[in-house]
């Protein structure tokens, strides 16, 4: 679990140093996805030649583990509008409007725009 | 004796107040108990553990006068697995990737289309509303993943913790919104719903998702990813527009 988790943390930074050190415009996290696909793309490939220890499930579950309470992880940022409560209150109606309005707008158009191209390009519906 | 208790537990308060190790219990405490009501409603969309989780810790905040810095202070070891976590997004992409490339053109036209109406329609409508421009920077990047959308916003002069609210929000809203909104359009395909909700609202709606369908779930975690790379790419060029 330690192993996995330091692989974890090792693509993170390994995306952190090429975001900053290229001058990327993409947050280093991201570019740790991308950096843990080919890992695990590699893995793979190269199974059979790689030892027992590197190939077991620990990576998957350490990882699913986190992203099991991946809401958990927004609370301390959200707690953060205590701080910020004077703002909150001279603006409450428009930001409530403005948030509500551009989450749904965006909700509905990036649905609609993947069912529409869905359809045309001829897939079929996935709904079980 | 007895005198000997109240100062004694004044200075136990003073100890623990400044401790990371309280605020990172009632931190987890308050979740999982949000948690387990979140459970309890079978998940309902109103029993959001997020949203829960925060009026209540903020209530303590209040109570006991306790500064925000106080707080993080033991609250950002749960703060910094937004990084972590957003790496673990690669595992549930790499096991569905035969699925995830079959919607590879449906799921690129989405991404485009769903990312600049995000952000167009928040600079348009708080700009029509007279929120100033500080809030608007702030609210710029608000359906893009915590960690990423500070970072945007501190790049910009942008207040990195009104950010931080603006997403946790967005996520809330989007998390509560997304069922009843979906089954009213009748849209039942899992992957459509799950990556609208997880370009609107990132984690939270990921976090949504995934307790109503996992390939739900795997989608809005990709959509996570892309919008996350999208929006630091178009807030700056928005924001530039508006301006000019």
Same mark, same amino acid.
Not at chain 1, 32 to 60: C, I, K, N, W, Y
Not at chain 2, 105 to 118: D, R, W, Y
């Given at each position: 679990m330690i192993a996995a988790l330091t692989t974890i943390l090792l693509c993170q930074l390994a995306g952190e140093v090429l975001a900053r050190g290229v001058g990327l415009p993409i947050p280093g996290p991201v570019l740790g996805l991308v950096l843990m696909l080919l890992l695990l793309g590699l893995r793979d490939r190269f199974r059979a030649r790689l030892h027992a220890s590197l190939t077991g499930p620990q990576l998957e579950t350490t990882g699913k583990t986190i992203l099991a309470h991946? $809401? !958990? !992880?927004f609370v301390p940022a959200g707690v953060g509008v205590v701080q910020r409560l004077d703002v909150f209150g001279a603006y409450a109606t428009a930001l409530a409007i403005t948030l509500v309005v551009s989450t749904v707008a965006a909700l509905i158009a990036t649905l609609l725009t993947f069912k529409l191209v869905l359809r045309l390009t001829g897939d079929t519906e996935v709904s079980q | 004796m007895s005198n000997d208790f109240a100062p004694r537990t004044f200075e136990l308060w003073v100890f623990l107040s400044r401790s990371p190790l309280l605020w990172l219990t009632v931190t987890l405490a308050a979740y999982v108990a949000a948690d387990r009501v979140s459970q309890a409603t079978g998940?309902? +969309? !109103? =029993?959001n553990p997020v949203l829960h989780s925060i009026w209540l810790i903020g209530l303590i905040l209040w109570a006991t006068s306790t500064p925000y810095g106080t707080y993080f202070e033991g609250a950002q070891f749960v703060h910094f697995l937004l990084g972590p976590a957003t790496v673990s997004l690669a595992f549930p992409l790499y096991e569905h990737r035969k699925t995830v490339l079959k919607a590879l053109v449906p799921m690129l036209a989405a991404l485009f289309v769903g990312s600049i109406v995000a952000l167009g329609s928040v600079l348009l409508v708080g700009s029509l509303l007279g929120l100033p421009q500080e809030l608007l920077v702030a609210m =710029? +990047?608000? $359906?893009?993943?915590a960690a990423v959308a500070m970072g945007i916003a501190n790049t910009l002069g942008g207040d990195p913790a009104l950010t931080a609210v603006m997403v946790a929000l967005t996520g809330i809203l989007g998390a509560i919104i997304v069922t009843p909104l979906f089954n009213l359009l009748k849209v039942t395909d899992w992957r459509a719903r799950g990556f609208a909700v997880g370009l609107a609202s990132h984690g939270i709606g990921t976090a949504r998702a995934f307790q109503v369908h996992p390939l739900a779930g795997t989608f809005a975690g990709i959509a996570m990813g892309l919008n996350a790379l999208l929006t630091a790419i178009l807030v700056p060029l928005a924001l530039g527009l508006l301006a000019g």
């Amino acid at each position: 679990m330690i192993a996995a988790l330091t692989t974890i943390l090792l693509c993170q930074l390994a995306g952190e140093v090429l975001a900053r050190g290229v001058g990327l415009p993409i947050p280093g996290p991201v570019l740790g996805l991308v950096l843990m696909l080919l890992l695990l793309g590699l893995r793979d490939r190269f199974r059979a030649r790689l030892h027992a220890s590197l190939t077991g499930p620990q990576l998957e579950t350490t990882g699913k583990t986190i992203l099991a309470h991946l $809401s !958990l !992880l927004f609370v301390p940022a959200g707690v953060g509008v205590v701080q910020r409560l004077d703002v909150f209150g001279a603006y409450a109606t428009a930001l409530a409007i403005t948030l509500v309005v551009s989450t749904v707008a965006a909700l509905i158009a990036t649905l609609l725009t993947f069912k529409l191209v869905l359809r045309l390009t001829g897939d079929t519906e996935v709904s079980q | 004796m007895s005198n000997d208790f109240a100062p004694r537990t004044f200075e136990l308060w003073v100890f623990l107040s400044r401790s990371p190790l309280l605020w990172l219990t009632v931190t987890l405490a308050a979740y999982v108990a949000a948690d387990r009501v979140s459970q309890a409603t079978g998940r309902h +969309p !109103l =029993a959001n553990p997020v949203l829960h989780s925060i009026w209540l810790i903020g209530l303590i905040l209040w109570a006991t006068s306790t500064p925000y810095g106080t707080y993080f202070e033991g609250a950002q070891f749960v703060h910094f697995l937004l990084g972590p976590a957003t790496v673990s997004l690669a595992f549930p992409l790499y096991e569905h990737r035969k699925t995830v490339l079959k919607a590879l053109v449906p799921m690129l036209a989405a991404l485009f289309v769903g990312s600049i109406v995000a952000l167009g329609s928040v600079l348009l409508v708080g700009s029509l509303l007279g929120l100033p421009q500080e809030l608007l920077v702030a609210m =710029a +990047p608000k $359906s893009v993943t915590a960690a990423v959308a500070m970072g945007i916003a501190n790049t910009l002069g942008g207040d990195p913790a009104l950010t931080a609210v603006m997403v946790a929000l967005t996520g809330i809203l989007g998390a509560i919104i997304v069922t009843p909104l979906f089954n009213l359009l009748k849209v039942t395909d899992w992957r459509a719903r799950g990556f609208a909700v997880g370009l609107a609202s990132h984690g939270i709606g990921t976090a949504r998702a995934f307790q109503v369908h996992p390939l739900a779930g795997t989608f809005a975690g990709i959509a996570m990813g892309l919008n996350a790379l999208l929006t630091a790419i178009l807030v700056p060029l928005a924001l530039g527009l508006l301006a000019g």
